[in-house]
């Protein structure tokens, strides 16, 4: 067991897990934040993605003890009165189907965003499906998941 | 309206799902959960001599371990399967016995043997582990060519030689008579591969028994949970039918995977009744690819026969389709009446005969899969037209115009009767969109930089709404293939519709509410669909087949019809005028050439006070209706898609797909785009990518997303979608279903152009880069030794 502390959508927690708790599980069980998925044990869907400290990671290759001090963003977390402009991107564009990639997808596509445009770069479509390697979508066969990053990157 | 019929509404549903908000089964949790953990079996044939589970039951947070010999003997039922084929010598199945969890033998890697109750999901999985199945290890059969060797192991002992039908449709001697005096013969081999369904949410269970009152609720991943309800109370004998709810909430995704009651979900209730806890269990990845019914896997050869004109004469098919260890569910309706039945295609063909065996072996049982057997026949229809242009030095497409059926309604030699289409048009449309015109010249521009540069095309039709329940019963299915709905106006106004569909990403809650807005012009806002809960919706057949809009659709449309009767019942009482002056206009009830009108809160609150109704009407504003179709709708289009193949690495880059469809009326074109996008990416999958591969020994080798090469992002160009709809005759709303054609139209389409560009048809799916650059290799050593 280990006592650990993390902001959490902006609100400050602490909880005992065992040390073998996956950041994931911390998420969903513990915290009950159950909009994060899970869609595999290999670290290969991103169902599970959220943001650490700014950046994108899965939450299943992580120890819950491991995110101790970090400071966490979930897809509860994104919309702030409004809905942030990624997932109203995914709205406009029929950017998901049954949803169930759609959280990994968001926190994606907000980190790639981010990413390219700090570091000037182009996000064009080839760059926006080669981003997305490391999540999976089985229902919309990417075009409108693709459309969507694309059009909220021009808005973001 | 602007929300009505053909809008590119948004869909409502959207908002809970991209703010985390979707309630999934996983996502429930009881009060004082107990998770379940099954034992498995890691041999794909063994006996079972023995479960010591006394070192498990002592861990801590154990509640329970349980076995099959302990299921069967709370009389448990064996799992079923629900269309009986009769094989061509009239006898019936030879079905092997299936229970949840294994008593003697185990016949697949990922078998049942054992399950495990604790106080969290970890302690389960860890007491698992800790039971000790004792087996005696038997010879496998995995592979779908060695199921009926002579001497191939017995999977089940009442199916001799694994044969579970030897089936046939269509005149043998009449489709003889056609190949022997045609000018040619097209000959063809193909392997249908096999593959995991993988919807993105692993299925689960939270099965929760309360004593007091004798009652069961079961939340489960399902695409049809009053199927679920009605099998699991009369066949599997866990609960009876009116003291067990199940309620299917966000589903992640099916694909046919979750139509079939599995056998966690069967221990699952079984377990919360004999612990007095509510059980969960949900699937890892790994499970998934194990247990999850998996779809396709048949070889076939075929003969298609043509006239010195290039008509076809006729067209003789010879099938093993490889169900699995067990029989699932619908598993012996896919090669036959889904498969058999759509093998005249789109082209006008006097003689058909198909004979059909299903085997079992050592591996996941097999069922339906998006298409499922609509894509393994389009697949063979399809390469086998492509490939007989090419014998005839035909262009592909002149060949399929000299055969296409022209005139509606249209009697195939296979049962199926189409009802409309426009197949000329589907190809036309395509060829201008994929400009085929400037294919010789980007093909030329590819060679000048090294790139082989292939087109095919795919002309497919499918049918879905199997239907109607007299005719599927009489050709052995064991349910009617309706669909019920109530609409009901509330006092205030306001519409819920309860429907026997189920939506798992289908976008009902937006699409059927247009149906109603347009039929009532009503704000899409005043009106809420409800589906999954067998609480609330009174039945329903659920949602696979693409038969949510033909079938689910057209029940809503009927009960609407009686709603507006009642409504324009009372408005013309309360407005003293002539029922048939009584029209809905802009969120009101209006009487014609007059300025009167009622809101639908009057309309309501007078249904519901009945304080001044019509004499002898009843209180209240509620219908429901239960609509069985009179046909199948034929959805059919043309797919055309261009590659370009690197030589050297064998990778082929897909640089055009597109698809003109045949969906008849289009409710929501953003919905039904967006399902014609995923069912082409998971017929590019089944192409390029995918196949579930055993080892000799029946080991699953692909059990994992690190093995099993599911389509990315970068794997997929975009589509070019067009539309060329001929409104369906056989419903009121002229709808054909959309979800499957993508994945059914696709493989073909790919394969035909990958053969296009290697100068080769001896390639199998899928076509991997190892694989194509054998076959360049291989056309490379034959050109050579000419």
Same mark, same amino acid.
């Given at each position: 067991?280990?006592?650990?502390?993390?902001?959490?959508?902006? %609100?400050?927690?602490?909880?005992?897990?065992?040390?073998?708790?996956?950041? %994931?599980?911390?998420?969903?069980?513990?915290?009950?934040?159950? /909009?994060?998925?899970?869609?595999?044990?290999?670290?290969?869907?991103?169902?599970?993605?959220?943001?650490?400290? /700014?950046?994108?990671?899965?939450?299943?290759?992580?120890?819950? %003890?491991?995110?101790?001090?970090?400071?966490?963003?979930?897809?509860?977390?994104?919309?702030?009165?409004?809905?942030?402009?990624?997932?109203?991107?995914?709205?406009?564009?029929?950017?998901?189907?049954?949803?169930?990639?759609?959280?990994?997808?968001?926190?994606?596509?907000?980190?790639?965003?981010?990413?390219?445009?700090?570091?000037?770069?182009?996000?064009?479509?080839?760059?926006?499906?080669?981003?997305?390697?490391?999540?999976?979508?089985?229902?919309?066969?990417?075009?409108?998941? %693709?459309?969507?990053?694309?059009?909220?990157?021009?808005?973001? | 309206?602007?929300?009505?019929?053909?809008?590119?509404?948004?869909?409502?549903?959207?908002?809970?799902?991209?703010?985390?908000?979707?309630?999934?089964?996983?996502?429930?949790?009881?009060?004082?959960?107990?998770?379940?953990?099954?034992?498995?079996?890691?041999?794909?044939?063994?006996?079972?001599?023995?479960?010591?589970?006394?070192?498990?039951?002592?861990?801590?947070?154990?509640?329970?371990?349980?076995?099959?010999?302990?299921?069967?003997?709370?009389?448990?039922?064996?799992?079923?399967?629900?269309?009986?084929?009769?094989?061509?010598?009239?006898?019936?199945?030879?079905?092997?016995?299936?229970?949840?969890?294994?008593?003697?033998?185990?016949?697949?890697?990922?078998?049942?043997?054992?399950?495990?109750?604790?106080?969290?999901?970890?302690?389960?999985?860890?007491?698992?582990?800790?039971?000790?199945?004792?087996?005696?290890?038997?010879?496998?059969?995995?592979?779908?060519?060695?199921?009926?060797?002579?001497?191939? =192991?017995?999977?089940?002992?009442?199916?001799?030689?694994?044969?579970?039908?030897?089936?046939?449709?269509?005149?043998?001697?009449?489709?003889?008579?056609?190949?022997?005096?045609?000018?040619?013969?097209?000959?063809?081999?193909?392997?249908?591969?096999?593959?995991?369904?993988?919807?993105?949410?692993?299925?689960?269970?939270?099965? $929760?028994?309360?004593?007091?009152?004798? #009652?069961?609720?079961?939340?489960?991943?399902?695409?049809?949970?009053?199927?679920?309800?009605? &099998?699991?109370?009369?066949?599997?004998?866990?609960?009876?039918?009116?003291?067990?709810?199940?309620?299917?909430?966000?589903?992640?995704?099916?694909?046919?995977?979750?139509?079939?009651?599995?056998?966690?979900?069967? &221990?699952?209730?079984?377990?919360?009744?004999?612990? +007095?806890?509510?059980?969960?269990?949900? *699937?890892?990845?790994?499970?998934?690819?194990?247990?999850?019914?998996?779809?396709?896997?048949?070889?076939?050869?075929?003969?298609?026969?043509?006239?010195?004109?290039?008509?076809?004469?006729?067209?003789?098919?010879?099938?093993?389709?490889?169900?699995?260890?067990?029989?699932?569910?619908?598993?012996?309706?896919?090669?036959?009446?889904?498969?058999?039945?759509?093998?005249?295609?789109?082209?006008?063909?006097?003689?058909?005969?198909?004979?059909?065996?299903?085997?079992?072996?050592?591996?996941?049982?097999?069922?339906?899969?998006?298409?499922?057997?609509?894509?393994?026949?389009?697949?063979?229809?399809?390469?086998?037209?492509?490939?007989?242009?090419?014998?005839?030095?035909?262009?592909?497409?002149?060949?399929?115009?000299?055969?296409?059926?022209?005139?509606?309604? #249209?009697?195939?030699?296979?049962?199926?009767?189409?009802?409309?289409?426009?197949? #000329?048009?589907?190809?036309?449309?395509?060829?201008?969109?994929?400009?085929?015109?400037?294919?010789?010249?980007?093909?030329?521009?590819?060679?000048?930089?090294? +790139?082989?540069?292939?087109?095919?095309?795919?002309?497919?039709?499918?049918?879905?709404?199997?239907?109607?329940?007299?005719?599927?019963?009489?050709?052995?299915?064991?349910?009617?293939?309706?669909?019920?709905?109530?609409?009901?106006?509330?006092?205030?106004?306001?519409?819920?519709?309860?429907?026997?569909? #189920?939506?798992?990403?289908?976008?009902?809650?937006?699409?059927?509410?247009?149906?109603?807005?347009?039929?009532?012009?009503?704000?899409?806002?005043?009106?809420?669909?409800?589906?999954?809960?067998?609480?609330? &919706?009174?039945?329903?057949?659920?949602?696979?087949?693409?038969?949510?809009?033909?079938?689910?659709?057209?029940?809503?449309?009927?009960?609407?019809?009686?709603?507006?009767? +009642?409504?324009?019942?009372?408005?013309?009482?309360?407005?003293?005028?002539?029922?048939?002056?009584?029209?809905?206009?802009?969120?009101?009830? +209006?009487?014609?050439?007059?300025?009167?009108?009622?809101?639908?809160?009057?309309?309501?609150?007078?249904?519901?006070?009945?304080?001044?109704?019509?004499?002898?009407?009843?209180?209240?504003?509620?219908?429901?209706?239960?609509?069985?179709?009179?046909?199948?709708?034929?959805?059919?289009?043309?797919?055309?898609?261009?590659?370009?193949?690197?030589?050297?690495?064998?990778?082929?880059?897909?640089?055009?797909?597109?698809?003109?469809?045949?969906?008849?009326?289009?409710?929501?074109?953003?919905?039904?785009?967006?399902?014609?996008?995923?069912?082409?990416?998971?017929?590019?999958?089944?192409?390029?990518?995918?196949?579930?591969?055993?080892?000799?020994?029946?080991?699953?080798?692909?059990? *994992?997303?690190?093995?099993?090469?599911?389509?990315?992002?970068?794997?997929?160009?975009?589509?070019?979608?067009?539309?060329?709809?001929?409104?369906?005759? *056989?419903? =009121?709303?002229?709808?054909?279903?959309?979800?499957?054609?993508?994945?059914?139209?696709?493989?073909?389409?790919?394969?035909?152009?990958?053969?296009?560009?290697?100068?080769?048809?001896?390639?199998?799916?899928?076509?991997?880069?190892?694989?194509?650059?054998?076959?360049?290799?291989? $056309?490379?050593?034959?050109?050579?030794?000419?």
């Amino acid at each position: 067991m280990a006592n650990i502390s993390m902001t959490v959508n902006g %609100v400050s927690t602490t909880r005992d897990v065992a040390d073998h708790t996956l950041l %994931v599980e911390f998420l969903r069980e513990n915290l009950r934040l159950t /909009g994060t998925h899970v869609g595999c044990d290999t670290s290969q869907c991103g169902a599970c993605t959220i943001h650490l400290d /700014g950046k994108a990671i899965k939450a299943c290759t992580m120890l819950a %003890v491991e995110a101790d001090g970090a400071e966490i963003t979930t897809v509860e977390g994104l919309a702030n009165g409004a809905l942030h402009p990624m997932q109203q991107a995914f709205n406009d564009n029929h950017g998901l189907q049954c949803g169930f990639c759609t959280p990994g997808m968001i926190m994606a596509g907000i980190d790639m965003v981010n990413r390219y445009k700090a570091s000037g770069q182009r996000l064009d479509e080839a760059a926006i499906r080669h981003e997305l390697e490391g999540n999976i979508c089985r229902c919309t066969g990417y075009h409108n998941i %693709v459309k969507s990053i694309a059009d909220a990157s021009a808005k973001m | 309206m602007a929300d009505g019929i053909g809008a590119r509404v948004k869909r409502k549903e959207d908002k809970r799902f991209i703010t985390g908000a979707g309630k999934y089964t996983d996502d429930v949790r009881s009060e004082n959960q107990a998770f379940a953990a099954f034992v498995r079996s890691p041999h794909a044939h063994a006996t079972v001599t023995a479960i010591d589970d006394e070192a498990a039951k002592a861990m801590p947070g154990v509640i329970a371990v349980l076995n099959g010999a302990e299921l069967t003997g709370d009389g448990i039922g064996n799992l079923i399967c629900g269309w009986a084929i009769t094989s061509k010598d009239g006898s019936g199945m030879n079905m092997g016995a299936w229970s949840a969890l294994a008593t003697d033998k185990v016949r697949y890697v990922g078998d049942a043997v054992a399950v495990v109750i604790a106080d969290s999901a970890e302690a389960a999985r860890d007491a698992a582990d800790a039971v000790d199945v004792t087996y005696d290890a038997l010879p496998a059969v995995a592979a779908t060519a060695q199921a009926l060797d002579a001497g191939a =192991p017995q999977v089940h002992e009442n199916a001799p030689g694994n044969l579970i039908y030897d089936w046939e449709l269509g005149e043998e001697a009449a489709t003889d008579a056609g190949l022997a005096a045609a000018d040619h013969v097209t000959s063809i081999e193909l392997t249908n591969n096999r593959l995991s369904p993988n919807p993105m949410e692993p299925r689960s269970a939270v099965a $929760t028994y309360d004593a007091a009152e004798e #009652h069961y609720t079961l939340y489960t991943t399902s695409q049809n949970p009053h199927v679920a309800r009605l &099998v699991l109370s009369a066949f599997y004998q866990v609960a009876p039918e009116h003291k067990l709810r199940v309620i299917a909430p966000d589903v992640g995704g099916g694909f046919g995977s979750k139509i079939y009651i599995y056998p966690e979900e069967i &221990v699952c209730l079984w377990a919360s009744m004999k612990t +007095k806890r509510s059980v969960k269990w949900t *699937s890892s990845r790994s499970e998934a690819f194990l247990t999850d019914a998996h779809g396709r896997d048949h070889i076939t050869t075929a003969q298609m026969g043509f006239d010195s004109q290039g008509k076809i004469t006729a067209f003789k098919v010879d099938t093993i389709a490889n169900l699995g260890a067990y029989m699932s569910l619908f598993s012996s309706a896919v090669p036959t009446y889904l498969y058999a039945t759509l093998l005249a295609g789109q082209y006008d063909m006097p003689a058909i005969h198909c004979n059909v065996r299903a085997v079992y072996t050592n591996t996941t049982p097999v069922d339906a899969y998006r298409g499922a057997g609509r894509p393994e026949a389009c697949y063979l229809i399809e390469r086998i037209v492509e490939k007989a242009a090419r014998e005839l030095n035909m262009d592909p497409a002149e060949l399929r115009r000299r055969n296409f059926i022209e005139t509606f309604p #249209h009697q195939t030699p296979v049962i199926m009767n189409y009802d409309c289409g426009d197949f #000329h048009g589907h190809l036309e449309k395509a060829i201008a969109a994929a400009d085929v015109a400037g294919f010789a010249a980007r093909k030329a521009e590819a060679a000048a930089r090294g +790139k082989l540069r292939g087109l095919g095309y795919s002309t497919y039709i499918e049918a879905c709404g199997i239907a109607p329940s007299q005719a599927v019963g009489s050709l052995g299915s064991g349910v009617g293939l309706w669909e019920s709905a109530e609409v009901r106006v509330n006092p205030v106004g306001t519409i819920e519709v309860l429907t026997g569909s #189920h939506s798992h990403g289908q976008g009902h809650e937006t699409s059927f509410a247009q149906v109603v807005a347009e039929r009532f012009d009503l704000p899409i806002e005043n009106i809420q669909i409800v589906h999954g809960d067998t609480d609330k &919706v009174q039945f329903g057949m659920g949602t696979y087949g693409s038969r949510s809009g033909p079938v689910g659709l057209s029940a809503i449309f009927k009960a609407c019809d009686k709603v507006e009767l +009642k409504v324009k019942r009372i408005a013309a009482h309360l407005l003293e005028a002539n029922e048939e002056d009584v029209y809905c206009e802009g969120g009101e009830v +209006k009487i014609r050439g007059t300025n009167k009108s009622l809101g639908w809160h009057e309309i309501g609150l007078a249904a519901y006070t009945a304080h001044n109704l019509p004499d002898g009407m009843e209180p209240g504003l509620k219908e429901g209706a239960f609509y069985d179709p009179i046909n199948f709708s034929f959805p059919a289009g043309c797919h055309i898609a261009e590659v370009e193949i690197d030589p050297e690495t064998g990778v082929v880059e897909i640089v055009k797909f597109t698809a003109a469809d045949d969906f008849g009326t289009l409710i929501n074109p953003l919905i039904v785009e967006g399902q014609v996008h995923g069912g082409i990416a998971q017929g590019v999958g089944q192409a390029l990518l995918e196949q579930a591969v055993y080892d000799e020994n029946g080991q699953l080798l692909t059990g *994992s997303y690190m093995d099993y090469s599911m389509p990315r992002a970068d794997n997929l160009p975009s589509f070019d979608i067009a539309h060329n709809s001929v409104p369906s005759p *056989s419903n =009121p709303l002229g709808v054909k279903g959309c979800g499957e054609a993508g994945a059914i139209g696709s493989p073909p389409a790919l394969m035909n152009a990958i053969t296009d560009a290697i100068g080769t048809e001896d390639i199998a799916m899928p076509a991997t880069p190892a694989v194509v650059w054998r076959a360049i290799q291989s $056309t490379h050593t034959a050109q050579a030794a000419e």
